[in-house]
């Protein structure tokens, strides 16, 4: 299985904590496949020697310095940045078949049989079904079909500006040709989707198989209560019905990825001396997810991009677009 890779991307450190609980979710499923993250030259030292410990290969790309068409395409599409970089997953030819994953997913059990399928193999997307969600896909790595991609890139740009909408106008025919392409629901549950169709997640939801994490609030933004074991509701989020994905993205974090983190320097040592449980909770306060110092606030955004979000079915639950603040926004007409 040396020439089968599971596939992820972190361009920054933030992303980076998320490949590594996906990373160390993969190896808890007992795949038998190789686990590939690419990183590009954001991501520091000691993150990259972390990912080291749970990822077969660490592969640095640099759009910007790789003076090849990724490179002239950027100039044309800058706002493709990475969209550009996830592109290079096609590049990894020394493999015959790869599943990407989003650095936001996590996978409950073995999802090895993904290698029995075809690319592009990939779930519904929850806002436009029509469409496929690009968190989780199968692909095989080819320079062509990398080339390809890029000058759709450069000549059209992407419809919703980010690698989702690029692939499916590469991939056009996925929604109506061969239903083997279409993976079930499972294998990409996003978390949205648990709160806009409960009854469908209480009676199938135990059969999940990948969790993803779509939209502004990644799990690394929250605050988490080690002593409790469970993730901080601290804006009383109607959309956290069902927690319990959270809080067992953040047991993998403490359990696996902070003492790698710790040992590699790769989060100041606010604790020197205590107790392993005492550093997760002095971490988890400091500076990981407090609100207030979060090392990776999710980005402020202007109305006019929250409308356009909000038109791509990217619209905020957890956060601006909650139901509470649509209940505000409505009271203040109904006053
Ligand atoms: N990503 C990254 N750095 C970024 C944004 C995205 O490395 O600043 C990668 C990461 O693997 C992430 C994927 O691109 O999971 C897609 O972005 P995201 O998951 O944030 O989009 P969503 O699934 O919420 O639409
Ligand atoms: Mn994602």
């Known amino acids: 299985m040396a020439d089968e890779s599971f596939v992820t991307l972190a361009t920054n450190d933030s992303y980076v904590k998320g490949a590594l609980v996906l990373g160390s979710s993969l190896r808890d499923s007992r795949t038998t496949r190789r686990l590939t993250v690419l990183i590009t030259p954001h991501v520091s030292n000691p993150m990259r020697q972390v990912l080291e410990k749970v990822f077969d290969e660490v592969k640095l790309v640099d759009v910007l ?54 690319e592009l193999s990939a779930a519904p997307d929850p806002g436009w079904p029509d469409c496929f969600n690009s968190g989780v896909f199968v692909f095989r790595p080819s320079i062509e079909t990398f080339n390809q991609l890029l000058q759709l890139a450069t000549e059209k740009g992407s419809f919703d500006g980010g690698d989702q909408g ?35 997640f209480k009676a199938f939801g135990t059969n999940a198989k990948v969790v993803h994490f779509l939209g502004r609030m990644k799990p690394w933004n929250y605050s988490y209560d080690s002593k409790t074991k469970t993730v901080k509701d601290d804006a009383h989020d109607p959309t956290m019905v069902h927690p319990e994905f959270l809080d067992m993205w953040w047991n993998i974090f403490i359990t696996n990825i902070l003492p790698l983190l710790q040992q590699h320097g790769a989060i100041k040592d606010t604790a020197t001396g205590v107790k392993a449980e005492e550093v997760a909770e ?35 639950y957890m956060g601006a677009d909650s139901f509470d603040n649509i209940q505000k926004k409505l009271d203040t007409y109904l006053q």
């Not at 599409?77 to 550009?84: D, S």
């Open 65 to 118: 310095d790789s003076g090849d068409s990724a490179h002239l395409a950027l100039l044309k599409r800058p706002e493709l940045g990475v969209t550009l970089t996830k592109l290079h997953c096609w590049g990894l030819t020394h493999y015959s078949k790869c599943v990407f994953m989003d650095a936001d997913t996590m996978v409950l059990s073995n999802i090895d049989e993904l290698f029995e399928r075809e």
């Open 166 to 200: 690029l692939l499916n106008t590469f991939f056009s025919s996925w929604s109506t040709t061969d239903i083997s392409k279409h993976l079930p629901f499972i294998y990409n549950l996003s978390s949205i989707s648990i709160y806009s169709y409960l009854p469908a």
């Open 282 to 316: 002095a971490v988890s306060h400091l500076s990981l997810s407090s609100p207030a110092q979060a090392s990776s606030p999710p980005p402020a955004m202007s109305s006019e991009e929250r409308k356009e979000r909000w038109e791509q079915g990217q619209a905020d």
